[in-house]
């Protein structure tokens, strides 16, 4: 799939691999910086992954990556089947230099297509409050809140679900 993005540059979405990973750290950590202080440190390091997170990740989830022209990866998602009809959604992001290029949305039509070829009827993802701009796109994407909220090291982390 691709898109195009920053200064007519074409962006790539396809899934990422273990060789990405410096790539999708770098655009976690890029993405989440200036909501650092918003976390407790162990919510941030859970959202933003390391080294040795990262595999369990890609172990246990579909990861997108968005790829410019250069091959630098400036967005990522993550998906996976739940239970029965349900996927679940995490760690999107996307570089701040590259936000409001459409870049977010390819990544998120690719981690729903995903799902729903797997048989996904509900997709649901967790943000927090720091992230009123997410929370705006996934509301402007058909996801609602269900009410569902839980501790996230700490934080109160609100459920979004959309049915297809």
């Known amino acids: 799939m691709e898109c195009a993005g920053k200064s007519e540059a074409h962006i790539k979405v396809r899934p990422g691999t273990h060789a990405d990973a410096m ?17 407790s440190p162990s919510a941030y390091l859970d959202t933003v992954l390391t080294l040795e997170t990262l595999p369990q990740r890609l172990a246990s989830m579909q990861i997108f990556v968005a790829e410019s022209a250069n091959q630098q990866i400036v967005g990522t998602i993550a ?11 995490r760690g999107m992001a996307v570089l701040p230099e590259w936000q ?65």
């Open 23 to 39: 790539g999708i750290l770098a655009c976690l950590a890029g993405a989440f910086e200036p909501y650092r202080a918003n976390y």
């Open 79 to 89: 998906c996976a089947k739940a239970t029965g009809e349900e996927g679940h959604l």
């Open 100 to 164: 409001g290029h459409g870049i977010a949305e390819d990544l998120l039509l690719a981690a729903e297509e995903a799902l729903t070829m797997q048989g996904c009827t509900r997709i649901t993802l967790d943000t927090t409050s720091p992230l009123q701009r997410a929370i705006q796109f996934y509301e402007k994407h058909g996801y609602l809140r269900s009410g569902r909220v839980t501790d996230f090291f700490g934080m109160p982390l609100y459920e979004f679900a959309k049915q297809f």
